[in-house]
């Protein structure tokens, strides 16, 4: 070896435990955070920059990215499971546990603040009775903030579940919030 160089550990990549095999076996893992972690890393691992398209997957497939998943997606990366946790908790995106069955955002980007937004984020944690990040007692709602729609002309504006809604007073959003109670 020369000088310069960094030899591979052996023991810190999935070549060393079977790669592929293990990543097939991990698949078929009755635990649906391995489970979900191994679909993902199959689909994106030799995308260059992987990691964020896995976890967006995982999230995308469970609702959230579990603990259990951080280790299969870091040894498959070749990273720590402590740089995984930093990109999940980095990017408020990232969930770690599952969200409400319906998730509010609440855009909080200057446009909707200055036409009344943080009265409809104060009407918003009142009514569902939880800060953001958070979600509802009843498990309902998770509220989320949003930074910036591009509703900006129909302000102040939401998602409810990735539809959009705009033009928001108080009333406004519990009458949305009713219809979507409705429908569940």
């Known amino acids: 070896m020369r000088e310069g160089q960094a ?3 052996l023991a810190s990549n999935a070549g060393a435990r079977g790669g592929d095999l293990a990543l097939q076996a991990a698949a078929q893992s009755e635990h649906p955070a391995i489970a979900a972690a191994a679909r993902a890393i199959a689909a994106h691992k030799d995308v260059p920059g ?3 398209p896995i976890l967006h ?3 995308h497939d469970l609702g959230c990215i579990p603990a259990e998943a951080v280790q299969p997606i870091a040894e498959a990366l070749n990273l720590s499971r402590a740089e ?3 990109v999940i908790t980095f990017y408020p995106h990232f969930r770690q546990t599952p969200p409400g069955r319906h998730v509010v955002e609440i855009c909080r980007a200057e446009s909707c603040q200055a036409m009344g937004g943080e009265r409809i984020a104060a009407h918003a944690r009142k009514k569902l009775g939880c800060d953001f990040h ?3 007692a009843d498990g309902a709602f998770t509220l989320e903030p949003v930074y910036c729609l591009g509703l900006c002309a129909q302000s102040p504006a939401m998602l409810i579940d990735g539809v959009p809604y705009a033009r928001l007073t108080p009333k406004r959003f519990d009458t ?3 219809y979507v ?3 569940a």
Do not use: Y
């Open 181 to 183: 109670k409705e429908d």
């Open 50 to 52: 992987a990691l964020m």
């Open 7 to 9: 030899r591979a550990d």
């Open 84 to 86: 995984v946790h930093g």
């Open 57 to 59: 997957a995982v999230q």
């Open 134 to 136: 958070a979600t509802s």
């Open 176 to 178: 949305i919030l009713g």
